[in-house]
């Protein structure tokens, strides 16, 4: 399968533990964008990333979240001390450019559910 | 006021209808628009992607935009039972705007095709 990769599927997690959802984007692309999407809204944009760098974060909430993509490996998104709020699925995009000439492809998400 | 109003449905029609999908935006940067299908438990996958105004066709599929009106559509011929699945417009700046990657996204319409 040579599209965007999530992993897992599906991550529980207890109020106040980490999670880290991974993305490896489309062969050939390095512009990963993750997005938000909660029950009966649409999806909202979190960040951008190009290799090693956070091009846009305006969409991340300000404490507890972070994301990064390495030279080597995924991008992570990594939520920090995780509350009841943060269930949601968590789309990952990837693109071959980064200047919206080319459309973005999506990965099947991480569904994540706080106890 | 949302940059993208989409009528969340249920819309339901019967097999080998014509569907009428719609969104109106607010924001007149956009450049670039978006439909995408999306399956329960699924990610969003690309349908038609278009730049500027126009329309554009694919199959049984037509995507229209009218940036006068800030209004698009997507038009589905001879609809089937498969074609069941929520519909997310998407729209985003054009290039050199700083923000060219940021999708904004509609809340969806959820289409049921009856036989």
């Known amino acids: 399968n040579a599209g965007v990769m999530q992993n897992p599927r599906h991550l529980v997690r207890r109020r106040g533990q980490e999670a880290r959802l991974r993305c490896s984007p489309m062969?050939?692309?390095?512009?990963v964008y993750w997005y938000r999407q909660l029950p009966e809204e649409g999806l909202k944009f979190m960040v951008y990333?190009?290799?090693?760098?956070?091009?846009?974060e305006s969409g991340m909430p300000k404490e507890r979240f972070s994301a990064e993509f390495p030279k080597e490996g995924p991008s992570i998104l990594r939520i920090q001390q995780v509350v009841r709020g943060d269930s949601a699925a968590y789309f990952c995009?990837?693109?071959?450019?980064?200047?919206?000439?080319?459309?973005?492809?999506f990965g099947d998400g991480t569904r994540l559910s706080i106890l | 006021q949302k940059e993208v109003e989409q009528d969340p449905g249920p819309l339901s029609v019967p097999e080998g209808a014509i569907v009428s999908l719609n969104c109106t935006y607010s924001?007149?940067?956009?450049?670039?628009f978006m439909w995408y299908r999306q399956y329960s438990r699924k990610g969003p996958e690309l349908l038609m992607y278009?730049?500027?105004?126009g329309n554009k066709e694919d199959g049984r599929f037509t995507a229209q935009v009218d940036k006068s009106s800030k209004y698009i559509s997507l038009f589905i011929r001879d609809s089937q039972p498969s074609d069941s699945a929520t519909y997310l417009c998407?729209?985003?700046?054009?290039?050199?705007?700083?923000?060219?990657?940021?999708?904004?996204f509609g809340t969806g319409t959820r289409l049921q095709v009856t036989l």
């Open positions: 995009a990837s693109s071959p450019t980064g200047d919206g000439g080319q459309p973005q492809h």
């Open positions: 062969k050939g692309h390095s512009h």
């Open positions: 990333l190009q290799k090693e760098n956070i091009i846009d």
């Open positions: 924001n007149s940067a956009f450049q670039y």
């Open positions: 278009t730049y500027s105004s």
């Open positions: 998407a729209m985003s700046p054009g290039l050199n705007t700083g923000t060219a990657s940021k999708l904004t």
